[in-house]
């Protein structure tokens, strides 16, 4: 063996150890799921200086560790795809990945609310038998585990879990959520990924990054702490969106809250490196206090921000209990969303009705119209007109009011009225400046835009001078 052999040999062996000490960054695990239709960066840390290569479906990928031993190499969109193939990353073999969407949850408890814990209140209602029949092996979930860092926590274990029976009876597949209980993944993340699979028959990825109490703040990029602690591993994932249920921690913000959520949508929009990430989520369902001022906060935020869609739950609160069981309708009117503006589904309502335009008539009725609502219908368990309305006049005194619209029909448990315009009004104001909606107890709507089904959700107006 002459010495341009032996230094060649040498050469190789350094190479084959450099690159089997590349190591991928925490999400990419066995059993995950790469998002579809863009680029997928994938990273992790080597040997300053090292070469990395990443290779999956036919394509291979090479760069090289800086001086802080930080990678990055980007595969190029591909189509979604039900086969289990293998990443390969330096020396590393990551099995069992499949293509299609990819969406993260957070939020507080409302989201946190699992679809199965050991604890029977703090769970979804339909869970038990929801985890017995989805049985969809390429549906993946990673729930973490509740971590507030100063600095990014970077080296989670980050275990990748199908929507399978064997899963949802392994205790393993659960994680401490709150102090008293373990659960399973988020229910409305849960259902979520569900109406997204079934209705586009692809794989779905899911990341359950949730925490019950939080504030808004700590989930803002970078180093708000929990962002630190449970988000910031997987940016910049290649993803969709992200669904979001919060603000009753916020719930003293008013109006305030709407520049937060700005602050927060921009913040994880630039963290993971997508101009058009995607943020749907929930406004707060009514309990036994007002989120009022929160309530129309969340709308202006949805109004003002592209990229966003809201779901209206003024219908499914309950007062006795401020985590609501039936997580499922939730779930489907995020999903609504996803699917029109994403997935192709155009002739999808999923927006509930907003405003358009106000006037005050000669008979001194607000006269309202509204987008994505050419009919009404109210529907209330006493078959009572629907409540929520109040007008007030120059004296800032609200009244109670009715809707005044002619009924088409009026069946055992509701009301359809004529007219795409609603028409309120009470007697005792002859000359309406002010109307809102949704402002007082009980604060629960009942009154739905028969082209969707959605609610009419809390809104306020003044009249034109």
């Not at 799921?33 to 990443?54: H, I, Y």
């Not at 394509?59 to 969109?77: E, I, Y």
């Not at 007219?419 to 109307?435: F, Y």
């Not at 009154?447 to 809104?459: E, I, N, V």
Request: hydrophobic share 40%; net charge positive; with cysteine.
């Amino acid at each position: 063996m002459n010495s341009r052999t032996i230094i060649f040999t040498v050469a190789s062996v350094a190479a084959a150890v450099a690159g089997a000490a590349a190591i991928p960054a925490a999400p990419f695990a066995d059993n995950m799921v790469l998002q579809r239709g863009m680029r997928v960066p994938v990273w992790g840390t080597a040997q300053p200086g090292e070469n990395v290569t990443v290779s999956f479906a036919g394509q291979t990928k090479r760069g090289t560790a800086g001086t802080d031993g930080r990678w990055r190499v980007d595969l190029d969109p591909m189509a979604a795809s039900k086969e289990p193939r293998t990443l390969v990353i330096g020396e590393r073999k990551i099995a069992n990945v499949l293509v299609g969407e990819v969406w993260l949850a957070s939020g507080q408890s409302n989201m946190e609310d699992p679809i199965l814990s050991g604890n029977s209140r703090y769970r979804d209602g339909w869970g038990q038998t929801m985890t017995a029949l989805a049985r969809r092996s390429d549906i993946r979930f990673y729930t973490s585990p509740q971590c507030k860092m100063k600095k990014p926590n970077l080296n989670q274990k980050i275990v990748w879990r199908d929507f399978s029976a064997k899963t949802f009876k392994d205790p393993n597949a659960r994680v401490p959520i709150c102090l008293w209980t373990k659960g399973l993944v988020s229910a409305v993340g849960f259902y979520y990924a569900l109406a997204i699979h079934d209705a586009i028959d692809v794989p779905v990825g899911l990341v359950d990054v949730s925490w019950g109490g939080s504030r808004l703040e700590p989930w803002i990029a970078p180093g708000g702490e929990m962002w630190n602690g449970m988000v910031a591993a997987f940016a910049p994932m290649a993803c969709r969106g992200f669904i979001w249920y919060q603000g009753c921690s916020n719930s003293k913000d008013g109006a305030a809250y709407t520049g937060k959520m700005h602050t927060l949508y921009k913040s994880w929009a630039k963290a993971f490196c997508n101009p058009d990430l995607k943020m749907y989520f929930v406004q707060l369902a009514p309990f036994n206090r007002s989120w009022y001022d929160v309530q129309l906060a969340q709308a202006r935020f949805a109004a003002e921000e592209k990229n966003t869609g809201m779901a209206v739950i003024c219908d499914l609160g309950n007062p006795y209990d401020i985590h609501p069981n039936d997580k499922e309708p939730v779930a489907r009117r995020l999903a609504l969303h996803a699917l029109k503006d994403i997935y192709g589904f155009d002739d999808v309502i999923a927006d509930s009705p907003t405003l358009k335009s106000s006037r005050v008539d000669e008979h001194g009725r607000f006269v309202l119209e509204f987008n994505d609502a050419t009919s009404w219908y109210g529907y209330t368990p006493n078959n009572a007109a629907p409540d929520g309305f109040e007008i007030a006049g120059e004296d800032g005194v609200f009244h109670p009011a009715r809707v005044a619209n002619q009924l088409i029909e009026k069946g055992r448990k509701g009301k359809m009225y004529e007219g795409r315009e609603l028409i309120v009004s009470n007697d005792k104001v002859k000359a309406p400046k002010r109307l809102r909606y949704l402002y007082s107890k009980p604060w629960v709507g009942s009154l739905y835009a028969g082209d969707s089904g959605l609610p009419l959700g809390p809104f306020e107006v003044t009249a034109a001078k």
